[in-house]
């Protein structure tokens, strides 16, 4: 019914070989994913083979400049504003030993995500309702986290403030964008170095048999985040640091 052949050999370029298992549970997965995006807005992206490449393998792209930090056990993962699960769930699916968070500030998405959990039946995933700005100054949060992923769309600067504060000290964070970053990078510079972090490196690429082009902007956390930050929600956005 399914044709996973091109995924199956997407992956393959990533280093990735997926059990029977897995593959059941991204057909699973983008099953759910039809079914409750029929009544919620979760993704415009809804043909299955798009999906596959534009969700799937690009959250998954992430194994090309961390996949062997990926295989550390143990591991903790943080994905701030996850939507519908991106990236976070497919990480999940390669890598079932990370402890991994899915935090957004919609209830209806962290409904949706408790359902996509029970029925793949992931273990050691928390999902979190709230405000990343709120979210991050809880002790059972904050630099608690190995890696911070996200493919939320804001600039640098205000994803750094929102980001940074849930990393220990020598994790990471890593920012999914779909365009080269050369001018948003440098305006938040200054904003990375204040909350306790350090341009590490950035991955220019296109997604397998695609012209789709990504970006991975990665920072490592070199100090701890002051106190003051994030700022108070809705701030960062509105006022970049």
Known sequence: MYDLDGFREDLRNFGIELTRQQEEKFIRYYEIL?????????????????????????????????GELLKRNPFSVIDIGTGAGFPGVPIKIVFPHIRITLLDSLQKRIRFLEEVVKELDLQ??????????DVAREENHREKYDLC?????????????????????????VSYKSE?????????????????????????????????FRNLF????????????????????????
């Not at 050691?124 to 700005?133: F, I, M, T």
């Not at 640098?156 to 990471?172: H, Y």
Request: charged content about 25%; proline content about 5%; hydrophobic content about 40%.
């Open 34 to 66: 039809s079914e409750w995006n029929g009544f919620m807005n979760l993704t415009a992206i809804t043909e299955f083979q798009d999906v596959l490449k534009k969700h799937f393998v690009d959250s998954l792209s992430i194994v090309t400049v961390y």
């Open 218 to 241: 990665q920072i490592r956390k070199t100090g701890k985040t002051p106190k003051r930050y994030p700022r108070k929600a809705g701030v960062p956005s509105k006022q970049p640091l």
């Open 180 to 212: 080269k970053i050369t001018e948003e990078a440098g305006r938040a510079q200054h904003a990375i170095e204040l909350l306790g972090g350090k341009f590490y490196g950035q991955k220019e690429f296109y997604l397998p048999r695609s012209d789709i």
């Open 149 to 173: 992923v996200s493919r939320a769309v804001a600039e640098l600067s205000v994803l750094s403030e929102l980001c940074l504060p849930f990393v220990k000290e020598g994790g990471f964070f």
């Open 124 to 133: 050691e995933v928390q999902l979190v309702h709230g405000r990343a700005e």
